[in-house]
């Protein structure tokens, strides 16, 4: 076998409390598709950038067989690594010809030569079998022409790996076949490309070989045509040992209970197809699905986070038409994103702030609670979920994510919700608060909160959940009772392992 | 916290310039049951600057900006005083009050106009208050026909030079200070704006009436302006629609920063922004007490300004922190060098 054009070995991130790679070692050949898989936080992104300079990473990096040390991307961009990200950076007032070769146009007496210019743009578009016109303004085309040409810029500097990160996800299918056929021709001549998408259908059309990630670590190296979609998503989710394995799985007999939320045809384009679902009082109903399956769209639904534009949705036994959060909230739902940091922190506001804002919205400016009904509040939850540090007038930036996050939570247990919408509640937070978190779950449905949970991890999901739902492709593939990981995990691969 | 003491230490600073250059700064006298002194007139020629700036303090904190607030004061100056001018009996107290009336309520229409545009239609608030920046003054110069009106009624005259013992235009500048911090701090009105100014995603889905907000701010912010007017205008007893409040949104933009509330929103102090007006006008007044050459007025101004944001600036301020634990006696004695 060839030489790797790039050979990593153990290579470490770690950024302030976080390891985000430990030990990964990575191998890219020459004139291969490589696909490196991994959920949200495996760590994709990090070796991405520790290979590319924009991270100092500790471990080996070799590029065709010399050790390199890059300062910044455009020492990795010299050495001929080429990266292309999934916004296009390019100048939409500018051509396509002065775009693919901004910044080493051909000159003349000091002067950039527009003609030449255009004719070497042109022979590299002819190389990719692209016709697109050189002289014509970039941003007169579409996102996936412009992906093209942006790629084709990465090209023109005579690269050897090419780094496509999530080049396909506003592409639709025809598009998407194009910027196959030209990542078969660059690979045909030699080219390394490391490919990073969410659709397995993709990865597995276009890859030879996949690198899995998890949790910072390395899983392992396959070759895509041995590797099972079965065994890649499991792989890529891995099983964990639960900390709640003590806490068995508890089957309430939630059957009898009134149906809390129905939603009927309920979906918005782009983000999830119309979907049908029930949730009963004090059921806990669990939503499993890849990053970017449509299991967060699916529950910014039912919060009206984002407008539904098909379906209804019913609440409590009354039509509940949802034109923003408020009208969820008043009718008793509650949601936690999974992004904390924008979506939920107050961020230079103190603990207290934080916890009673959603009581105090719901409330209006003209009622403001009292100090004295703060305090009592906040000292209420502080102990029950165990927040730390336990003072109130912390900014809540200063505490870690643990308990960020369970403030969030008491900010919405203040409001008594009849249902709460949980986003990943657990999403990179220690394993201690995590068990608080889990427990808090069991807890409220035992009182007779509906709650929506979300998760990444499988085994959290099914033992969480009565009940779970599963997502493919921002679509709702099954619904599972009394399941296990095995059975969900098939759901998600889909396609034939799921027969 | 930190940045209060910066601010007050650049009005302290200031004060003890003033009394170095004139003795007597701090001197206040008793004169046919007024008071009278500079001290005194740094408080009543900056009382229109706190005015608008205590508007602009919550419109900044909710990641706004209102730059059409010296346009409001030419407007409301101009309405006044023109209907005062044209009524029947351009005299009496009554015709000064409802001529008064109408003017902030046509600053009511005005800030529903900014905030319409801020709050429902999204447009970004530098914009959207440009507009009204722009097109106010010509509103105001409509509304004059382009002359200067003056008029002649105690009533109106007393709201810009009036005395209650102090000013009335301290009294009632104040007062609305009094009415703001209560208005934030006792209801649940400066959790919101300060929530909204911080992360306004999460406050939409925490349930925060944003827009209602937003809306608020603006109007509040016109309000102040149109008070300010009717004070400029008053103590002149004359309508000026080119030069009443001419630059004022400057005064009051700078005075908010110097009091430490960030142009990003979120966390506000209206003490700071007490300060900041309060820097802003002894500023002006050292200016011509000092016998500053008018020439160099502005740049003395802008020297100060600079100086205090300046140390605000969390690089700067770490850079004094940083300081002190340098072991200053490792620094090698000359000779040592010269070896």
């Known amino acids: 076998m060839t030489e790797p054009v790039v050979d990593m070995r153990g290579i470490s991130v770690e950024f302030p409390g976080v390891k985000a790679l430990q030990g990964v070692d990575f191998r890219l050949f020459p004139g291969e598709v490589h696909a490196l898989m991994g959920e949200n936080g495996a760590g994709k992104s990090t070796l991405i950038k520790a290979l590319t300079g924009v991270h100092k990473p500790t471990g080996l990096i070799r590029l065709r067989g010399e050790e390199v040390s890059f300062h910044g991307p455009g020492q990795a961009q010299d050495a001929g690594i080429s990266t292309v990200y999934q916004e296009v950076n390019l100048c939409g007032n500018l051509t396509v010809a002065e775009n693919i070769l901004l910044g080493r146009e051909p000159r003349r007496f000091g002067r950039i030569d527009g003609r030449a210019t255009r004719r070497r743009a042109a022979e590299l578009l002819e190389r990719m079998g692209l016709a697109i016109d050189p002289g014509s303004v970039l941003a007169d085309h579409p996102i996936a022409v412009q992906q093209l040409v942006a790629i084709a810029r990465a090209v023109a500097v005579e690269c050897q790996v090419l780094i496509l990160d999530e080049p396909t996800s506003s592409l639709d299918a025809g598009e998407v076949a194009e910027l196959f056929r030209i990542m078969r021709v660059l690979r045909d001549e030699g080219v390394a490309i490391l490919f990073v998408s969410h659709f397995l259908e993709q990865v597995y059309e276009i890859s030879d070989r996949m690198t899995v990630l998890r949790n910072g670590r390395l ?236 998760s990444a991890e499988l085994e959290e999901v099914v033992r969480v959940s009565d009940r779970v739902v599963v997502l493919r492709d921002r679509r709702k593939v099954a619904e599972l009772r009394g399941t296990d990981v095995d059975e969900v995990m098939a759901h998600i691969a889909g396609g034939r392992a799921a027969a | 916290m930190n940045r209060l003491w910066w601010a007050l230490g650049a009005l302290v600073a200031l004060l003890v310039l003033n009394v170095v250059v004139t003795p007597s700064f701090f001197s206040i006298r008793m004169q046919d049951g007024h008071l009278y002194g500079s001290v005194i007139d740094i408080l009543k020629n900056g009382a229109p600057t706190l005015l608008i700036a205590l508007g602009m303090t919550l419109v900044i904190a909710t990641r706004g900006i209102d730059l059409s607030v010296g346009a409001v004061v030419a407007i409301a100056a101009a309405v006044t005083c023109e209907y005062i001018a044209t009524s029947s009996d351009p005299g009496s107290a009554s015709t000064a009050l409802v001529g008064m009336a109408i003017s902030l309520g046509l600053c009511l229409v005005l800030g529903l106009w900014n905030g319409f545009l801020v709050a429902v239609l999204r447009i970004q608030p530098i914009v959207a208050t440009l507009v009204l920046m722009t097109a106010g003054r010509g509103i105001a110069m409509l509304v004059t026909d382009g002359q200067i009106i003056t008029v002649n009624n105690e009533t109106y005259r007393s709201v810009g030079a009036g005395f209650v013992l102090l000013p009335l235009a301290i009294l009632i500048s104040v007062a609305v200070l009094a009415l703001v911090a209560v208005a934030t701090r006792k209801t649940a009105l400066g959790l919101l704006i300060e929530a909204v100014g911080v992360n306004p995603e999460a406050s939409r889905l925490a349930g925060v009436q944003s827009r209602t907000i937003i809306w608020t701010v603006y109007v509040f912010a016109a309000l102040c302006a149109g008070v300010a007017g009717l004070m400029i205008s008053s103590n002149v007893s004359a309508a000026d629609a080119n030069n009443a409040g001419l630059w004022i949104e400057m005064d009051a933009i700078l005075a908010v920063v110097i009091g430490g509330t960030s142009l990003a929103g979120g966390r506000y102090s209206l003490t700071g922004t007490l300060l900041g007006a309060l820097v802003i006008q002894t500023l002006t007044t050292t200016v011509y007490t000092a016998g500053i050459a008018p020439e160099i007025t502005l740049v003395f101004k802008a020297v100060v300004v600079v100086v205090v944001i300046l140390f605000q600036s969390p690089k700067v301020q770490a850079l004094f922190r940083r300081r002190p634990k340098r072991p200053v006696a490792e620094v090698l004695k000359p000779q040592e060098v010269a070896s």
């Open chain 1, 219 to 454: 899983v392992g190296e396959y070759r895509t045509a041995e590797l099972s979609r079965l065994d890649l998503v499991s792989a890529m989710l891995g099983r964990e040992l639960s900390v709640l394995e003590e806490l068995e799985q508890q089957t309430h007999p939630v059957d009898e209970r009134a149906v809390l939320l129905r939603a009927t045809g309920l979906g918005r384009k782009g983000a999830v197809e119309p979907f049908d679902l029930e949730v009963r009082a004090g059921e806990v109903v669990g939503l499993a699905g890849l990053l970017g399956s449509g299991r967060t769209e699916l529950a910014r639904l039912l919060f009206g986070a984002d407008k539904a534009d098909s379906g209804t949705l019913e609440f409590d036994g009354k039509p509940l038409h949802l034109r923003g959060p408020r009208q969820a909230i008043s009718a008793g739902i509650g949601f936690c994103s999974e992004d904390r940091k924008a979506e939920g922190l107050v961020a230079d506001l103190s603990v207290r702030d934080n916890l009673v804002l959603a009581l105090q919205a719901s409330r209006g400016w003209t009622r403001p609670l009292s100090k004295r009904t703060k305090d009592e509040l906040v000292e209420k939850y502080v102990a029950m979920l165990d927040i730390r540090p336990a003072t109130p007038d912390t900014p809540i930036r200063n505490l870690s994510g643990g308990n960020q996050q369970k403030v969030l939570l008491a900010r919405w247990l203040v409001t008594k919700p009849k249902l709460l919408v949980l986003d990943e509640p657990t999403r990179g937070i220690d394993v201690g608060a995590k068990a608080q978190i889990q427990k808090l779950v069991a807890e409220l449905a035992a009182e007779g909160v509906a709650v929506v949970f979300i």
